[in-house]
T-cell receptor, first 116, second 115 residues
């Protein structure tokens, strides 16, 4: 079946604007993750959903960042009052089987966010 | 806390030569360890993972890695490099506790294959 998809693939915005990034996980996957990858760095964990609820949001950098998954499938990462430092590739991943520690996380291609 | 260090941000080898990408981790409990590959404009793809059991793990595309607890290492190897192996490789350590799903990634190693 289809893999994890993310839209848009690229987003350019101005400082102070609001943006939404969308993730469509693999069908049937109950666990969904968001990571942020800055230039030259490895991905950094932001938030993890199990079903509709955020099971761990300890990686969100501040209260400008928020994510939802209202029906337990598609997720939206929302960033308010964007700053130039938010520029990065935002990665989404999903996994099956209740999100056990050893479940494989399947990653989407990412959304490249540029804040001017 | 867990952490990962990948030694060498860039590695260059000739086609047909041995590939060795180094990864050392820090963990206060037995870790779960992963290698992911990222091709240009594509998502991260799992190469292999170690959870428990056999310490030599075989993955896709001829790659393998060996978990060495005494050295806190999980180096990635491939006997003979192919041009198609050129990509960015990330080592990651898994969560400490059941239910905590954070992967902690190293900074990545860019592998270049010379013809």
């Amino acid at each position: 079946g289809a893999g994890v998809s993310q839209t848009p693939s690229n987003k350019v915005t101005e400082k102070g604007k609001y943006v939404e990034l969308r993730c469509d996980p693999i069908s049937g996957h109950t666990a969904l993750y968001w990571y942020r990858q800055s230039l030259g760095q490895g991905p950094e964990f932001l938030i993890y959903f199990q079903g509709t609820g955020a099971a761990d949001d300890s990686g969100l950098p501040n209260d400008r960042f928020f994510a939802v998954r209202p029906e337990g499938s598609v997720s939206t990462l929302k960033i308010q009052r964007t700053e130039r430092g938010d520029s990065a590739v935002y990665l989404c991943a999903s996994s099956s089987a209740g999100g056990a520690s050893t479940d494989t996380q399947y990653f989407g291609p990412g959304t490249r966010l540029t804040v001017l | 806390a867990q952490s990962v260090t990948q030694l060498g941000s860039h590695v260059s080898v000739s086609e047909g030569a041995l590939v060795l990408l180094r990864c050392n981790y820090s963990s206060s409990v037995p870790p779960y360890l992963f290698w992911y590959v990222q091709y240009p404009n594509q998502g991260l793809q799992l190469l292999l993972k170690y959870t428990t059991g056999a310490t030599l793990v075989k993955g896709i595309n001829g790659f393998e890695a060996e978990f060495k607890k005494s050295e806190t290492s999980f180096h990635l190897t491939k006997p003979s490099a192919h041009m198609s192996d050129a990509a960015e490789y990330f080592c990651a350590v898994g969560p400490l506790l059941q239910g905590a799903q954070k992967l902690v990634f190293g900074q990545g190693t860019r592998l270049t294959i010379n013809p």
